[in-house]
């Protein structure tokens, strides 16, 4: 059963950090592309941050500089650091998954939730200023 869970979400003040955590199970986690989105309320769910099987990363340009996407293949685990937290950041935090088989990681970098096909509950996250 393909599964995504994440972890580490709550509550911040602003100008502070949080970890958020996703693991995998079910899938070759290792041929996947994984990105984090995010979705406040009455609000489109956007893309945050993109980590392709080749390794590259991209960037919402809201985040640069601030938050940083890793994983760790041999864990089946994608991080998301989050730096300088602003309460714009409030928001339900996802990770999502695409079939390196399916998309090219070109089209994983652009950040487009159509190109992911599997999606974990997510984790809220609430910064206060």
């Known amino acids: 059963q393909v599964r995504l869970v994440e972890s580490g979400g709550g509550s911040a003040q602003s100008g502070g950090s949080l970890r958020l955590s996703c693991a995998a199970s079910?899938?070759?986690?290792?041929?996947?592309?994984m990105a984090w989105f995010r979705q406040a309320p009455g609000k489109e769910r956007e893309g945050v941050a993109a980590s392709g099987t080749n390794g590259r990363t991209a960037y919402a340009e809201f985040v640069k500089g601030r938050f940083t996407i890793s994983r760790d293949n041999t864990k089946n685990t994608m991080y998301l650091q989050m730096n300088s937290l602003k309460p714009e950041d409030t928001a339900m935090y996802y990770c999502?998954?695409?079939?390196?088989?399916?998309?090219?990681?070109?089209?994983?970098?652009?950040?487009?939730?159509?190109?992911?096909?599997?999606w974990g509950q997510g984790t809220q996250v609430t910064v206060s200023s």
């Open positions: 999502a998954a695409a079939p390196a088989t399916k998309v090219p990681v070109v089209a994983a970098l652009r950040l487009s939730r159509y190109d992911y096909d599997t």
């Open positions: 079910g899938f070759r986690y290792s041929a996947y592309h």
